[in-house]
Nanobody, 128 residues
Framework: VQLQAFGGGLVQAGGSLRLSCAASASGRGFMRLAMAWFRQAPGKERDYVAASSWSGRSTDYADFVKGRFAISRDEGKNTVYLQMNSLKPEDTGVYYC????????????????????WGQGTLVTVSS
């Protein structure tokens, strides 16, 4: 499975961005891949942001993005999105998408060590 993340950029505080992560997976396709977003701020460790089960019926968010970010997926495009609204300067960082094969459609995990596949990251900069 190869993941390609894009959509980052420079935005003013209060603005919005939508990140995309396209998955290419021979054979299995997009099915059974739980997807997640993590981010790494400058000089800090990588943190969990959001996750979606492969069915899309279960989603989860870190407390600091609840109510502002939304994760979704398009099975036809093998793509997962992260809609980010009301952005704050502290949201600045490199955003990574990750994927993990799950046995059950409602499963996901917030733990980055469990993810098998990673994208290259896309930089989001929020100016004050």
């Amino acid at each position: 499975v190869q993941l390609q993340a894009f959509g980052g950029g420079l935005v003013q505080a209060g603005g919005s961005l939508r990140l995309s992560c396209a998955a290419s997976a021979s054979g299995r396709g997009f099915m059974r891949l739980a997807m997640a977003w993590f981010r790494q701020a400058p000089g800090k460790e990588r943190d969990y942001v959001a996750a979606s089960s492969w069915s899309g019926r279960s989603t989860d968010y870190a407390d600091f993005v609840k109510g502002r970010f939304a994760i979704s997926r398009d099975e036809g495009k093998n793509t997962v999105y992260l809609q980010m609204n009301s952005l704050k300067p502290e949201d600045t960082g490199v955003y990574y998408c990750a994927a993990k094969v799950m046995d059950y459609s409602s499963d996901y995990t917030p733990f980055q060590f469990e993810y098998e596949y990673w994208g290259q990251g896309t930089l989001v900069t929020v100016s004050s």
